[in-house]
């Protein structure tokens, strides 16, 4: 298992614009956010943040606070990233509707997505990478417990024009459908999944990922083809360690030939290089055919 940093660089879409005394400043298109950012131990490099929408953090760290937002911004704007469009927005969680951090497992998706392929993607959400593997000509299968969040990653298709891809979009507990495609003998040439910290699925199924992540993991593996290439495995649940992430992986994709990758993602703030910082974000594992692992 190797360690890495996947620091995702500004785009013509998005961009860390300046971070510091925990909050961040981005651009998504043509819009100014600030959003708290815990880990942002530093000092601003700007004195003034100029922003269409602000979100101040309630107590609850995991989602309370609120938006303050100018009246000039619209309820949501088209942007493009990883090659596919999308609608951005403020949402209640703080978020705007994507996460731009995971545009490197985007790219490795996109690296081997094609016709005659299988993609799951689980916790889809607003399924960014699942329209990157309809755009490849893969089959995907975009499951998610939030009617809601299938609704807008359905809308995200249309605005890409990816309305007639083999997609199937299913709102359901990821638990009970792989444990489903397991018995039907189902496989996947490619897996993604990012599941919360905590949630509900649409029964009221509950899900604890210290509690429920090895089993839903070791699922996964079982649907890796034998002609598998990629599981990814991400979680904003900062308290875990990248290292324990990589050691379930690397426990459940054993028997197959390839490499782990465990670490950090980051977003690389706006500037000169060799000044930029990096915004630590969330943690992955990945599990990648290819070279015996030594």
């Known amino acids: 298992m190797t360690l890495e940093t996947l620091a995702t660089p500004p785009s013509a879409d998005f961009a860390l614009l300046d971070s510091g005394d925990g909050r961040k400043w981005e651009r998504c298109g043509p819009y100014r956010f600030i959003r708290p950012e815990p880990q942002a131990l530093w000092r601003p490099r700007h004195a003034d943040w100029p922003a269409d929408g602000s979100f101040t953090g309630g107590a609850d760290e995991e989602g309370g606070g609120r938006w303050t937002l100018a009246s000039s911004l619209p309820p949501r704007w088209p942007i493009e990233q990883a090659g596919v469009r999308l609608w951005a927005s403020p949402t209640p969680f703080r ?19 094609g016709p005659g392929q299988r993609v799951l993607n689980l916790f889809g959400y607003t399924g960014v990478a699942t329209l990157v593997a309809a755009r490849a000509g893969a089959e995907v299968v975009h499951v998610d417990a939030s009617r809601k969040a299938v609704t807008a990653a359905r809308a995200n298709a249309g605005l890409s024009g990816l309305e007639g891809a083999p997609i199937r979009w299913i709102v359901e507990d990821a638990r009970a459908f792989v444990a ?12 993604l999944l990012d599941p919360p910290k905590y949630g509900r699925g649409p029964d009221g199924e509950v899900w604890e990922l210290a509690r429920d992540l090895p089993a839903l993991v070791h699922g996964c593996a079982a649907l890796l083809a034998g002609d598998a290439r990629l599981l990814v495995l991400t979680t904003y649940a900062v308290r875990l360690s990248a290292l324990a992430l990589g ?47 030594a």
């Open 247 to 293: 050691a379930l992986v690397a426990e459940a994709t054993g028997g197959r030939a390839g490499l782990v990758q465990a670490g950090e993602m980051a977003l690389l703030e706006e500037g000169p290089p060799e000044s930029a910082r990096v915004l630590p974000t969330a943690i992955f594992a990945r599990w990648q055919a290819g070279a015996p692992r």
């Open 95 to 113: 978020h705007l509707a994507f996460f731009p951090d995971m545009a490197p497992h985007w790219a490795a998706l996109a690296a081997i997505a």
């Open 180 to 191: 489903r495609e397991v018995r039907r003998g189902r496989r996947y040439q490619a897996i």
